[in-house]
């Protein structure tokens, strides 16, 4: 709720459902998820979950990043799992999830023996590629992640005026096993996952893989309230939320 960016953003209302709301919607059409959780340090984001019927975990409003947030809700909550078993963690404003995507984790996350599976998604628009606040994704020929940046990288100073580059933006959405997840936990904080404020890059200088999984479908994650209003209307036009709320005349 504390967002400097956009204060309040967990519940601001996106076609009349708070955009966490949303996102907890989304993940619960995935049919490899066992248990859908909110995990929130907010005591309205608490309420409105509750009051919605969704599980709600409490943790404390301390954590540098949404990762070691997750490493505190599976401590309290995950002692029936195996250390190999997924944690799929989904930020709260990755409005845009579908059951695709988390399907995509989980099964790369089964194929792999690399206990970090990350979501990228396609950017079609220059100005996203220059916007700090899209985190960019470059990864190896068999998609293990290289960096993480709010610079645009690759670099287009090579390019002739509207000649296409694949580009990809880091998404909030992220498997782990249960064993990594609280080793990542203990790793100290590393020089470039606080320049770039990307908590990946703890991963990577820490000499660790993580693998990369692309999709071609646009993603947004809201941190502005003009995301908010391009969030909504990218919702209108997906047809994955029709499936869990009456869509608006």
């Known amino acids: 709720m504390g967002s400097s960016r956009f204060p309040g ?18 993940c619960r059409l995935c049919p490899d998820l066992e248990r859908v959780v909110i995990a929130t340090c907010d005591e309205e984001i608490r309420v409105a979950a509750r009051n919605h019927g969704a599980e709600v975990v409490m943790t404390a409003d301390s954590h540098p990043g949404c990762v070691d947030r997750t490493d505190e809700t599976v401590a309290l909550i995950g002692g029936y799992l195996s250390d190999d078993d997924l944690v799929l963690m989904v930020q709260g404003d990755e409005i845009m999830v579908s059951p695709a995507m988390l399907s995509a984790i989980a099964r790369t996350f089964s194929a792999s023996d690399v206990p ?29 992640a290289l960096y993480f940046s709010r610079s645009a990288i690759p670099s287009r100073y090579r390019l002739e005026p509207g000649q296409p580059i694949p580009t990809y933006q880091q998404t ?21 996952e606080e320049i770039e404020c990307i908590d990946m890059m703890r991963v990577i200088e820490h000499g660790l893989p993580v693998q990369l999984v692309h999709s071609e479908q646009e993603t947004i994650g809201v941190d502005t309230p003009a995301d908010a209003a391009r969030a909504e209307a990218m919702l209108l036009a997906d047809p994955v939320t029709a499936t869990y709320m009456d869509m608006p005349e």
Do not use: M, W
């Open 9 to 26: 953003k967990p519940l601001e209302p996106l076609l009349g459902l708070p955009l966490v709301l949303h996102v907890f919607e989304r």
């Open 116 to 144: 970090v599976v990350n979501l990228v998604s396609r950017i079609y628009k220059t100005e996203d590629h220059d916007d700090p606040n899209c985190v960019k994704a470059v990864g190896d020929p068999n998609g293990g």
């Open 172 to 192: 909030g959405i992220i498997g782990f096993s249960k064993a990594f997840i609280h080793r990542f936990g203990q790793l100290p904080r590393t020089p470039l």
